[in-house]
């Protein structure tokens, strides 16, 4: 199981399709998984996008999907950088 803890104030490491790599949040001194609601808006999709499926292919089609307005926001990140 992955080790790695954000805060909430804090990045998110990129969405895996392994599910015993989700990522995991502080909480009130507590930690917790990310929902798949919460994983399918930090890909971009409405909430309960892939509602319908178990847990376990929720994160797995999340942790596959590549969507166009992540892949722009770090394309932006990437310009401004090397701009300085």
Request: with cysteine; hydrophobic share 30%.
């Amino acid at each position: 199981i992955s080790s790695r803890v954000y805060g909430k104030k804090g990045l998110t490491p990129a969405l895996m399709t392994q599910e015993r790599v989700i990522p995991k949040i502080t909480e009130d001194m507590r930690i917790r998984r990310l929902t798949p609601t919460e994983c399918e808006r930090l890909q971009g999709f409405p909430d309960n996008f892939t509602e319908g499926i178990s847990d376990t292919q929720r994160y797995k089609c999340l942790g596959n999907a590549v969507t166009t307005n992540v892949i722009t926001e770090i394309g932006k990140r990437l310009i401004e950088k090397n701009d300085k």
